[in-house]
């Protein structure tokens, strides 16, 4: 017997194996720049919400843009779906907001941003057409409220002024779901 034993080379892989590896990474690389669609949309920054989206063409979608208006504090557009009683509350709401002071504003408004980061949904349950062409709807305000699953009952009061709705009257009822302990009164 031979001694001495030759140690086993490594395996080695061909040279056409390691080229068509290396030819298909780099199709895989190029298909995937080309198909990677368009640059990564701008994320909006997280202590601003997106803009009120207002549509006044059916009352009730008239109402659903006033109420998210009213939640946001957005007191400009509350005011331009709103008239009569419902404009009044809206300037009388704006005017407490006013006589905030600055950081007090700061404070409230980063707490009115958290509670009314999602649109609420209004689920009509009766409508009632009233005398001028003015309509009473009646329904529950469906979304989320602090991350949690919100209901109230609502009702507002339309009418229409040319080929826009404008919200004349309003009631937040009761609220349906439970309240977050953040604000359970005592």
């Known amino acids: 017997m031979?001694?001495?034993a030759k140690?086993?080379?490594p395996r080695r892989l061909s040279t056409p194996l390691v080229l068509a590896l290396t030819s298909a990474m780099i199709c895989v690389g190029v298909a995937g720049f080309l198909l990677r669609g368009g640059p990564e949309p701008e994320e909006q920054p997280a202590d601003t919400l997106p803009a009120i989206v207002v549509d006044d063409t059916t009352p009730e979608?008239?109402?659903?843009s006033f109420l998210d208006a009213w939640r946001r504090r957005e007191h400009e557009v509350a005011a331009d779906l709103s008239v009569g009683e419902a404009r009044a509350a809206v300037d009388e709401r704006a005017a407490r907001d006013a006589a905030m002071s600055d950081h007090e504003r700061e404070l409230k408004r980063q707490v009115w941003d958290a509670m009314a980061a999602e649109r609420l949904g209004l689920a009509i349950r009766e409508a009632e057409q009233l005398e001028g062409g003015r309509m009473a709807l009646r329904g529950i305000a469906e979304g989320t409220f602090l991350d949690?699953?919100?209901?109230?009952?609502?009702e507002f009061v339309l009418r229409p002024e040319a080929e826009v709705w404008r919200v004349e009257g309003f009631h937040f009822g009761e609220i349906l779901t439970e309240v977050p302990r953040l604000l359970e009164l005592e």
């Open 2 to 4: 031979n001694a001495e």
């Open 7 to 9: 140690p086993k080379e």
């Open 61 to 64: 979608r008239a109402a659903e």
């Open 148 to 154: 949690q699953p919100y209901e109230r009952e609502m």
